[in-house]
C-alpha cells in the first residue's frame, strides 16, 4: 500500500512550509484535527442572496438537516439513537435568530426521521419566515404509486401545504440515464411535479447531481422545456478542478457551475466540506491557514470558497453541533470572499492534497446500514485521517514506522469498535451502488484490512 502517488510526505511538508503539530494545534490520529477553541459569535448581518425566479432573499448559509443531533451527542445518522429534538429546535432557534432561512431536509436523512424533526422545529415559527427544500429520494422504489405517497408523506412531516425547494434527489446515480429514466420520467413523476410546480405545491423545481455528467447535461439541455429553478451540485476547492481524479464518474465543479452560470440558473452547494475532509486536512495545511488568519478555522476556509462565487443562491452545512453552526455564521455574517490570492492559494493546496491517496469518502452513510454491522464511513474516515497525518506507514524501514503502526492501530479500535471493522466484510456489495462517490468499497475494506493484519503482524 503506497502512502502517496507522486510525493513523499516529507516533500509535501516542504512545500508547504516547514509547521509542527503545536503549531497547527493537532492531536494523535484517531482525534479531532482542529483544536477546540471558543465557538465564533456572528460578527455581522447574514450575506444573502437573490433567487432571480421568485425574489427569494436567501441566507448564504443553509441548514442541512442530514446530520442532526442524537440524544447521545452524535450525529442521529449514525446507531439507533433518537433525534435530540430538544437541541434541533435550540439550533434552528439559533440559526433563524442568526439570519438563516433557508432548511434543507429528505425522506432519507437520518433514518427517515429529519422531516419530522424539521417539521416539528419549524412549525413554531411563521411559515413565510423560512424556505423548506426537501426531495423525492426514491431511491429502492420507483414506482409512481411509492414515489407519489412519499411526496404526500413530506407535506404531513413538514406540516406544511408547500415546499419552497423541491428536488430530484440525486439524479446520475445508479445507471445514470435509464436510472433517471425509471425514477422520474417513465413513472410520470417529473410531469407530476412540474404541474405541481403550476399549482403552488411546489415553488421552485430542481435536481441534485452525482455520478453520471451526461445525465446533468441532458437535464440542463431541456431547461426550455423544464425551467429548473436551480440545481444543486457538490463544489468545493478540491473538487473544483480534481473531482474526477478523485473518481472517473465525478464531474469537477468548475465545470458544474460554469454550465448553470451561462444558463442563470442558481447554484445550491452540497459538500462544501467534503463530508468533513475539508476540516481535517494534512496537518501542515493546518498550520499555513492559521498562519493567514488564526481566528478563523480551517472549515470556514471551504465556506468561503463555496460562497464566493456569485451565482450560489445558498451553502448547505450538515451541522451536529451548535459549535459548527456559530462558526459558519461567523463565516457568513458578513462573507469576507476570497481574493485571487487566496482562491490561488487553496488551488495548490488542493493541488497538493491530491498527491495523497485518500478514499472520496464524504461519510453521506448512504452505505449505511451494512447488513454485517461494518461501520463502513468510520472505516474510511480513520484511514483518511491517518494518511492525512502522515500515520501510514510503508515499510518497516519508514523513521517514523513505530509511531505510525501505533496511531493507526490504536486510533482504529477507539475509532471503529472491532465488530464493525473492515475485517467483517465479506463483499456482498450491497453498499457500493448506493455510493454517490462511486468507491468500490469492498475493495477498499479489503484492502484496509489486508494493512491492518500487516501493521499487526509487523509484516509490512
Known amino acids: 500500500m503506497e502512502q502517496t502517488k507522486n510525493i513523499s510526505r516529507r516533500a509535501f511538508f516542504g512545500k508547504m512550509g516547514a509547521a509542527t503539530l503545536a503549531t497547527a494545534g ?40 442530514m446530520r442532526l443531533p442524537s440524544v447521545g451527542g452524535r450525529s442521529a445518522r ?4 433518537p433525534i435530540d429534538q430538544e437541541m434541533v429546535n435550540r439550533m434552528v432557534d439559533y440559526a433563524i435568530e442568526h439570519g438563516v432561512n433557508y432548511f434543507d431536509t429528505s425522506p432519507a436523512y437520518c433514518r427517515g426521521l429529519s422531516e419530522r424533526a424539521t417539521g416539528i422545529a419549524l412549525s413554531r415559527y411563521p411559515r413565510e419566515k423560512v424556505f423548506i427544500a426537501t426531495k423525492l429520494s426514491n431511491f429502492n422504489t420507483y414506482t409512481r404509486e411509492a414515489s407519489m ?9 413538514l406540516q406544511t401545504d408547500y415546499i419552497d425547494y423541491y428536488l430530484l434527489h440525486s439524479i446520475g446515480g445508479g445507471t445514470g440515464m435509464q436510472t433517471l429514466r425509471d425514477r422520474y420520467i417513465d413513472n410520470g413523476m417529473l410531469d407530476f411535479l412540474l404541474k405541481e410546480r403550476e399549482a403552488g405545491r411546489i415553488r421552485n423545481l430542481g ?6 455528467v451526461s445525465v446533468f447535461d441532458y437535464l440542463l439541455s431541456k431547461h426550455d422545456e423544464y425551467k429548473w429553478d436551480f440545481v444543486q451540485i457538490q463544489l468545493n476547492y478540491l473538487d473544483w478542478k480534481f473531482a474526477k481524479e478523485i473518481n472517473p464518474r465525478n464531474t469537477n465543479a468548475e465545470y458544474l457551475y460554469g454550465e448553470l452560470d451561462k444558463r442563470g440558473i442558481p447554484a445550491i452547494i452540497m459538500e462544501p466540506l467534503l463530508g468533513g475532509r475539508l476540516s481535517n486536512v494534512p496537518d501542515n495545511v493546518v498550520a499555513q491557514l492559521k498562519q493567514r488568519d488564526p481566528e478563523r478555522s480551517v472549515a470556514s476556509w471551504a465556506f468561503r470558497f463555496a460562497g464566493t462565487f456569485p451565482k450560489v443562491l445558498t451553502v448547505l452545512s450538515g451541522m451536529t453541533r451548535m459549535e ?94 472491532k465488530l464493525r471493522q473492515a475485517s467483517h466484510c465479506i463483499g456482498c456489495n450491497q453498499c457500493s451502488p448506493h455510493c454517490p462517490q462511486s468507491i468500490d468499497i469492498p475493495a477498499e475494506m479489503r ?6 493484519e500487516k501493521l499487526k503482524q509487523e509484516t509490512l
Request: hydrophobic share 30%; proline share 6%.
Open 78 to 81: 449514525e446507531g439507533n439513537e
Open 207 to 212: 435536481f441534485s447531481y452525482h455520478g453520471d
Open 149 to 157: 405517497e412519499m411526496y404526500r408523506k413530506s407535506f404531513e412531516e
Open 324 to 417: 459548527h453552526l456559530q462558526d459558519n455564521l461567523h463565516t457568513y455574517s458578513p462573507l469576507k470572499p476570497l481574493t485571487d490570492e487566496e482562491f490561488a492559494f487553496l488551488q495548490e493546496t488542493a493541488r497538493l492534497m491530491m498527491q495523497f491517496d485518500t478514499i472520496p469518502c464524504n461519510d453521506c452513510k448512504y452505505c449505511m446500514p451494512c447488513p454485517y454491522g461494518i461501520d463502513i464511513p468510520a472505516v474510511l474516515l480513520h484511514y483518511n485521517k491517518c494518511l492525512n497525518e502522515g500515520n501510514i506507514a510503508t515499510s518497516q524501514q519508514d523513521a517514523n514506522y513505530r509511531e505510525a503502526r501505533r496511531a493507526f492501530l490504536v486510533g482504529y479500535d477507539r475509532s471503529v469498535p
Open 447 to 452: 484492502r484496509i484490512d489486508e494493512y491492518v
Open 26 to 65: 493537532l492531536s494523535a490520529c484517531g482525534q479531532s484535527g482542529e483544536a477546540n477553541t471558543n465557538p465564533l459569535a456572528p460578527e455581522g448581518e447574514m450575506t444573502y442572496r437573490t433567487n432571480p425566479t421568485t425574489g427569494d432573499k436567501v441566507s448564504l448559509l443553509g441548514f442541512g438537516m
